[in-house]
């Protein structure tokens, strides 16, 4: 049995510890808190990170299979018992409960979701169980479909936020529309740069190869393998990127070719490092330069010259270029073609341009340096790392 004194001292010790955990633990929990914010900032931290989560579900269009993945994290944005994601006619997805239930009655939906898309406006639908908020989906000025919110009372809030939530989805479906297009464009590039140099290369690659046939056939035969080689390459059909390594040996063999036709009046020397030579590439970004450098900038010397290709590791980016000591180009001539109000007979500096300031951005577009009579310099600097670009199997 403790004495009276003993247990004073113990139950004082005991408070005084209580104290201190209730302390520590207070201290921790109001910091943490602090650190978290408000309660509106954690309500916005919540809203955006589940429409950031909704967002990559669009990438493809409104589809059944992308709207049903968004559905649950749309729903947790509202607040609402219900959510369902239509087309024009048909409905791609539905969360919730009542959503589920008020989906079982046939036409229920999709009745009202047409009525909201033909009035391109925002419905309100009082039912017994269930109101529904019927939002369309407007992209450049039409509507594709329609946000649907359920609850058992739809209040002013929940109409606004259903029709700002509509808007949204408009908005990854417009860029989505915008990716789609560039995609198609970027191929489209790549069709016009293919049938500007295949002409032109044929012709003249098939006479050089025929003037071998007779007087060297061992090398009329090798040609032969290059020049299969090389448009093989150039009209493959998987793929907008490739590799620097793979675009290197295409302007070898493109080289070779020349060679055979142009003979000692074109040298080359190259300064490459391997660091850069898994770096992806667009597709045919690097050919057309050489091939600008021997056409225009070398062919019209009597004694041809020399073009000089580096690619060096400069950090985050790989840095190549292509450089002759030909004819070069008059500044204002450049600038027109680059800037699209002229054709010019440089037409493939400026889609290879267009293309690699349409995937990396304007600060990665063709850097020249030229001048007549003082041959030309283009500079090219790629990101070394690029998700999501795929170089695609080598040929």
Known sequence: MLSAAAQTTLIIAILTIAVAVVYYVGFHVLRASRELGTDADRATYETLHRVSQAAPHFSSGLQAEGAGRAARHLRDVLGCEGLAITDETTVLAVDGVLAETVSREPGRIEEHSSDAVRAARTQVIRGQGADGVYAPIMVRGQAVGTVVALA???????????????????????????????????????????????????????????????????RARTLVVEFADFTRYSFRRHGDFT???????????????????????????????????????????????????????????????????????????????????????????????????????????????????????????????????AGTLITVRIPKFQPGNDAGPPL
Do not use: C
């Not at 789609?180 to 190869?209: G, K």
């Open 152 to 218: 058992p009372r739809a209040n002013a809030g929940l109409v606004r936020a259903t029709t700002e939530l509509a808007a949204w989805v408009a908005a990854q479906l417009g860029l989505a529309e915008l990716d789609e297009s560039r995609a198609l464009l970027m191929e489209a590039e790549v069709r016009a740069l293919r049938a500007q140099i295949s002409p032109h290369f044929i012709y003249n690659s098939l006479n050089a190869i025929a003037s071998f046939i007779n007087t060297d056939p061992q």
């Open 243 to 373: 590799t620097v390594a793979e675009e290197l040996q295409a302007i070898d063999r493109y080289l070779l070719l020349e060679k055979a036709r142009f003979g000692e009046r074109i040298r080359v020397s190259l300064a490459i490092a391997p660091e850069v030579l898994s770096t992806v590439i667009p597709f045919l970004s690097l050919q057309p330069l050489v091939e600008n450098a021997v056409r225009h900038g070398l062919e019209g010397k009597a004694n041809g010259g020399l073009i000089t290709l580096t690619a060096a590791d400069d950090g985050a980016f790989a840095e190549i270029t292509v450089e002759d000591d030909g004819v070069g180009i008059d500044p204002q001539e450049l600038r027109s073609l680059l800037a699209g109000t002229t054709d010019g007979i440089h037409v493939g500096l400026r889609n290879v341009d267009v293309r690699l300031r349409q995937l990396y951005g304007d600060d990665h577009g063709l850097v020249i340096d030229t001048a007549p009579g």
